[in-house]
């Protein structure tokens, strides 16, 4: 019989997941020389007007897995996760400094368009935002505005097998989007990402307004949908990202003398690795509960 | 089973908050009151009244100075032709400021404040005084005359304001997130706001654009200073005299013969009703469209 440290049971109790799980998990990531690195950051930071609200960020995100960002509030988890599409653009006192390197290519490059780059990286957002169109025109908004109107149909089905909702809604594409539960709702807004074909999906707390059993869909769907696309999901409950996620990033909070807070970087590394044996004192008081 | 022993108070009839709500309610029905009755007064009063001499000849007859074969075609459809230039002028250039206001208006920016603290003081300008402004720079300046396109241009100037105002209203009533989602599938700023932004705003927009359109149709003081106080007994055109019907119903209750005070009144509900089927037209559209997000 095997002791396990403290820390470790306490994790198996409070996620369900279990070790062996996780690190069979592990054992199937493809080793550090073979992963291929799709956005590369260092030293980010970003600033709403003078203050930092995310400061010296430096990571890669792989291929094909899926990056949790998880820490307390206000720690810039979701700010961080807006650099990657730009978002940050739409917010007139946002300055990012710093690089973001997608596929190699400065993301912030003097020529590089904001619009270009959101047809390549999609994201859903913390509430389920359908438009208030029909199930199908919601769907078909982003290839029609990308001019991919060639067999619109197929495509639109296509979304929506993806994002499991097809079976749901093949009856009704032209009822109101609005009319879908919230759960629903938010498996529409994931395939209308995927009907544009984008390289990653960017998830912002995806599942916090929803209930455990539409949970339980998304996080399904997400290790389905990271065999064709790279997911980076921000999340405040570290149980789902002990579920989901290849790679855990950890973020906390500084607070200067004047009593403003920023957001750090304390730790990123594989999920096991993370949950089961942190590097830092702040993350596994953190994973374990101790805090936040 | 035993009575509780706990005192509840229930039964002891209404305490002396309720008697506190039902005469705040009844100071609210009051107010209701006073405009209902005085509103109904008026109407049962004109409908009295003007009830002779609302027939075919008051729609179809040029005013004549013989009451009984008087009517007000010229200015009814003067009315209409005013009507659909103020339409086709205001909705595009209303629509067109609010979308800058909201959507590419740099707030910080202290023209852009200039800007709307500017036409939130505009919308408070008496409507004489846009009279004043048409006759001195439309009429006399421009040298446009006293036509009805003047008048459809005075009329203009007076209610953008208001419709810039409903317009930025419905504009801004459309939550961000629709615009961050449309914004997140990679399209531009235009395409987020001509395929989602408007959209889900046309109902907003054609509410407070028709309450705006009512209003002015009513309007009297800047058409009668620009000279739409005349004697028109032929149909108008845009480059020509004209006389809209609160103009008409004006100048008939001038005139001392009671018989045209008569067909005045009779004139009173032909504008009420065009005026009672556009308020009917927006209460129509906003219910129809209203948007639930």
Redesign the interface.
Known sequence: MVTVPEAETEFVKITGVRNDALAERERRLPPPAEREVVFGVSGLTVRYGDHPALAGVDLDIYKNFVTAFIGPSGCGKSTFIRCF?R?ND?I?SAVVEGSVQYHGEDLYGATVDP??V???I??V?Q?P????KSIYDNVA??P???GMTDSLDERVERALNQAALWDEVSGRLKESA?SLSGGQQQRL?IA??LA?EPDVLLMDEPASALDPISTTRIEDLMHELKRDYTIVIVTHNMQQAARVADMTAFFSVKVSEDGRRTGVLVEYDSTPKIFTNPGDKRTEDYVTGRFG | MSAPAVATGLGEGPTRGRWRGHLFRGLLLLSLAVGFITLGTLLVDVVQRGFAYLDGVLLTSPPSSNPEIAGARPAILATIYLGVLLIAFTVPIGVGTAIYLEEYA?K?RWYNRALELNIQNLAAVPSIVYGILGLAFLVRGLGLGRVLLAGALILTLLVLPTIIIAAREAIRAV?D????????????QW?VIS??VLP?AVPGIATGSILSLSRALGETAPLLLIGALQYIAFDPTILGAFTALPVQIFIWTKLPNDEFKTLAAAAIIVLLGILLTLNALAIFLRNRYQ???
């Open positions: 599409n978002m739409l007139p619009v270009e959101r047809k390549r999609g994201m957002f509430k935002n359908p438009f208030p908004f982003g029609r505005v990308l609005l807004c209308r990402c544009v | 740099d910080t939550p997130s629709i615009r961050q989602g449309a914004y997140a599938l990679g399209a531009t395409q395929r989602q889900a948007k639930k997000w």
